[in-house]
């Protein structure tokens, strides 16, 4: 591969993390949502968590993960452990 494709490959994963980045306020304010609210539904929070996780498999948003899988544990430890395993096997 020339060095003018792999620095366009760089380039254009550099721009999409930086656009995620962009969109991490909305998720902060929606983590911060589900926990200040108490929120039960789990289909919100999981909803969320896959969301993050996908991120996370980025490197980005570990924080919000794993500050809303804590709040989760209290709500469905058992889902909570399925989303700790999914979150490992990505580091």
């Known amino acids: ?22 969109h991490l306020p909305l ?4 983590v911060n949502t589900l926990i ?11 909803h969320c ?9 980025h490197g980005i948003a570990d924080n919000l993960f794993i500050r809303l899988l804590n709040y989760y544990k209290t709500v469905d430890s058992e889902g909570a452990g399925f989303y700790w395993n999914e979150y490992d096997k990505g580091e």
């Open 49 to 57: 968590l896959d969301t993050l996780l996908s991120l996370t498999m």
């Open 27 to 30: 998720l902060e304010s929606e």
């Open 1 to 22: 591969m020339s060095d003018k494709a792999l620095n366009d490959i760089k380039q254009i994963i550099t721009q999409f993390n930086e656009s995620i980045k962009q």
């Open 36 to 46: 200040s609210s108490k929120t039960t539904n789990r289909n919100a929070i999981e």
